[in-house]
């Protein structure tokens, strides 16, 4: 492999990250010796940027602006490719860099994203403060349309876009039975809906304080100003929904800054809806943050007025510390180390069915996912062994595939998390009882573990692991399940499972998150607001929204003589 590694660099790459032995490793050699230096060849591109998933900054020049296109356009893979672009006032607009979106199934190329640079993300925001003044004086039922437009421009595409969602996210893209339109990239995009229906129900009404004579005092209610959204990549489709959104229809103007491992589907909804609204209201940029981040350029913008971040809790607290500086608004959206507590009274199977569902929806890659199962020691050994079957009879592979349940973890860097925490769990006694390890092949699979013989003290329990392995905790008294589950710096979502309806009810209202379940867990809240306690962030989304979007003003105004 040194000799190798010394006469073919693409051999590396492709050892590294595709899993090749080293016989095969020497036929890709081979046929990299024919393709080198051929424009567009598979190998090259993967030298320059398609395989460097991990978060350093990698030793070559990003993708010609030739390449970023799909290898297929989005699901006909006998069609021309596909080739993406900003949108930035209004128009499409082409770079000369890019880089490689990996879709986690075979860690080869699914796409090339444009990369942007301080340029791209300095005229989009002018463009967004140029438009702000007329979007916010134009009438709330007219950006109502604005938003309507949108959907209706999105809705023909809506299996187009599943399809191109699970090629660069991993989960399963579902639709393709009534049975599973609830899964995957599919059920992402109905969640989707609810944002734009949401938006025909807003109301922004004037408050009459006092009335003074000559004068009377109203409280009004104005849009923040510039807002960025920037988007995780776990549900890249939803989460960009729920805050362009209301943004919009609040009178902001809005730029979305997706993740780099998921932007495909992002700019393809942006090239869909660029006439929907007025030139400027609406921009979308991104970067490969190993080279220039986007989305810290947006954050340190003075003329950005709003930041609202979904994505973990490092970056959340740095963007909340730089945008001190100017006061700038945020809403932050974070991780969760969220438990379960299931009690005695409770059917071992069909409580493990549900905390299943609860633990590895979307590969365990959800923000609110059971990231804990407190389970009674009467129904502990049951439990564990239901929880063990459901995990070796979860069907995971490719989400392309109809028969798929659970895809692979979204990118390198997540797999490598969840491992390093697992093995970390392992080392210090705990017993695996399925799964534990990485699938062999290609992609970013993890097989869907079961861990038992942990508590407190242990990282699989005190973190986020944000993937497919639960740690079981056996418990003999409700209130200690309680002051477990609280025991946390995290404070998202929660669950309690019992046949005692009352109980359970008071137990759930006695969870420090910011949203709980009774019987269910990711159960649909129907827009309600939604965010976090303590460190799981600032702030809300959902719900009317009023004050993420808009601030509060006190008028004095005087009468017009009648």
């Given at each position: ?7 073919g ?7 590294t ?6 016989g095969?490793a ?7 010796a ?21 978060y ?44 490689a ?16 640079d ?10 967004a ?7 916010s ?16 421009l ?7 876009l ?17 049975e599973r339109m609830?899964?995957g990239a ?5 969640l989707?809906?609810?944002s ?52 919009t229809?609040?009178?902001?103007t809005?730029?979305?800054?997706p993740?780099?491992?998921?932007p ?51 970056t ?10 100017d ?11 969220d438990a ?19 633990a ?20 502990y050994?049951?439990?564990v ?7 070796k009879e ?5 989400g392309m595939?109809a ?36 699938r ?11 861990i038992?013989?942990?508590q ?5 329990v ?10 079981i ?13 609280n025991n ?6 929660g ?19 910011g ?8 159960g ?8 976090g306690f ?12 009023i ?16």
């Amino acid at each position: 492999l040194q000799f190798l590694y010394l006469i073919g660099p693409a051999v590396k790459e492709a050892r590294t990250h595709m899993h090749l032995s080293t016989g095969r490793a020497v036929a890709a050699l081979r046929s990299a010796a024919r393709w080198q230096g051929t424009p567009g060849n598979p190998i090259t591109q993967a030298r320059y940027g398609a395989l460097h998933v991990r978060y350093t900054r990698p030793l070559c020049s990003p993708v010609p602006r030739a390449n970023y296109t799909t290898m297929a356009a989005h699901t006909d893979p006998n069609a021309a490719p596909h080739t993406y672009k900003l949108l930035i006032d209004g128009e499409l607009v082409e770079v000369e860099k890019s880089f490689a979106v990996l879709n986690p199934a075979t860690g080869q190329p699914a796409g090339y994203c444009p990369d942007c640079d301080q340029e791209h993300v300095d005229k989009a925001v002018a463009a967004a403060s140029k438009a702000f003044r007329a979007w916010s004086k134009t009438p709330l039922e007219e950006r109502k349309k604005c938003v309507a437009n949108a959907w209706k421009l999105i809705e023909p595409h809506k299996a187009e876009l599943a399809a191109l969602l699970c090629q660069e996210q991993g989960k399963p893209k579902g639709g393709e039975t009534p049975e599973r339109m609830m899964v995957g990239a599919t059920l992402e995009m109905l969640l989707a809906e609810t944002s734009f229906e949401a938006a025909q129900r807003v109301k922004i009404e004037e408050e009459l304080w006092k009335d003074m004579g000559e004068h009377e005092v109203v409280v009004c209610r104005r849009p923040v100003g510039v807002a960025a959204g920037i988007a995780p990549w776990n549900f890249p489709v939803v989460c960009l929904f729920m805050k362009l959104v209301p943004a919009t229809v609040y009178g902001n103007t809005f730029i979305a800054k997706p993740s780099p491992f998921t932007p495909l589907t992002t700019l393809r909804i942006f090239e869909l809806i660029k006439d929907a609204f007025p030139k400027g209201v609406i921009n979308c940029v991104v970067s490969d943050d190993r080279r220039f981040r986007a989305g810290e350029a947006l954050v340190n913008s003075k003329k950005v007025d709003k930041i609202s971040f979904t994505g973990s809790v490092p970056t959340g607290k740095a963007i909340m510390s730089n945008c001190a500086k100017d006061m700038k608004r945020v809403t932050l959206e974070l991780g969760g180390n969220d438990a379960a507590i299931v009690r005695e009274d409770c059917d071992p199977k069909a409580a493990a069915k549900g905390v299943f569902y609860g633990a590895f929806a979307n590969t365990g890659q959800v923000c609110v996912a059971v990231k804990r199962a407190f389970v009674h020691e009467k129904i502990y050994d049951e439990f564990v062994a239901e929880m063990t079957k459901n995990a070796k009879e979860a069907k995971v592979g490719d989400g392309m595939k109809a028969d798929t349940e659970y895809g692979p973890l979204c990118c390198e860097m997540q797999l490598n998390r969840v491992s390093e925490l697992v093995e970390d769990a392992k080392k210090n006694g705990a017993n695996i009882l399925t799964g534990g390890k990485r699938r062999e092949g290609a992609g970013f699979f993890y097989e869907p573990t079961i861990i038992t013989g942990v508590q407190e003290g242990f990282r699989i329990v005190d973190e986020e692991q944000f993937g497919p392995a639960l740690p079981i905790i056996k418990y003999s008294d409700d209130e200690d399940a309680l002051d477990r589950a609280n025991n946390t710096d995290f404070g998202l979502g929660g669950s309690v499972w019992s046949k005692d309806i009352k109980k359970a009810n008071e137990m759930a209202a006695d969870l420090r998150t910011g949203t709980v379940w009774v019987n269910e867990h990711l159960g649909n809240t129907m827009g309600a607001p939604f965010g976090g306690f303590k460190q799981s962030g600032v702030g809300r989304e959902n719900g009317d929204n009023i004050n993420t979007w808009t601030e509060t003003q006190t008028l004095k105004r005087a009468k017009v003589a009648a």
